[in-house]
């Protein structure tokens, strides 16, 4: 029998991208239940939505790492990548979310 999943959307929060590579989220759920993840980027005025990693290499990604704890994802944008920009630089602002979906 399958098991019902749900997506939660997740809010990014704070990350000026140009002075920060990377960025550590708790997403609240355990990464052995997550099934799918889409990181979505704004910038700084809000007009321009992206899918981390829409590019590949030249945007960036996210990954799991265990020893930063069970419910942790990292997000990494490239160094010269298309986030690298003064149009992703602001510190105080939701810089995107994340919808997961969750099998639980």
Same mark, same amino acid.
């Given at each position: ?23 550590? /989220?708790? /997403? ?16 700084? @005025? ?5 899918? @981390? +990693?829409?590019?590949?290499? @030249? ?15 990292? @997000?990494?944008?490239?160094?010269? +990548? ?20 969750? /099998?639980?």
């Amino acid at each position: 029998m399958a098991r019902a999943s749900h997506m939660p959307v997740v809010n990014i929060e704070n990350w000026d991208m140009a002075a920060a590579a990377s960025i550590d /989220v708790d /997403v609240g759920y355990h990464y052995n239940t997550w099934r799918h993840i889409c990181v979505m980027i704004r910038d700084d @005025l809000g007009t321009t939505i992206r899918r @981390l +990693g829409y590019k590949g290499s @030249l945007s960036g990604s996210w990954f799991h790492d265990p020893l930063k704890g069970d419910t942790i994802l990292t @997000l990494e944008r490239k160094i010269g +990548g298309d986030f690298d920009s003064v149009d992703y630089d602001t510190a105080v602002f939701n810089r995107g979310f994340i919808r997961m979906a969750i /099998v639980p």
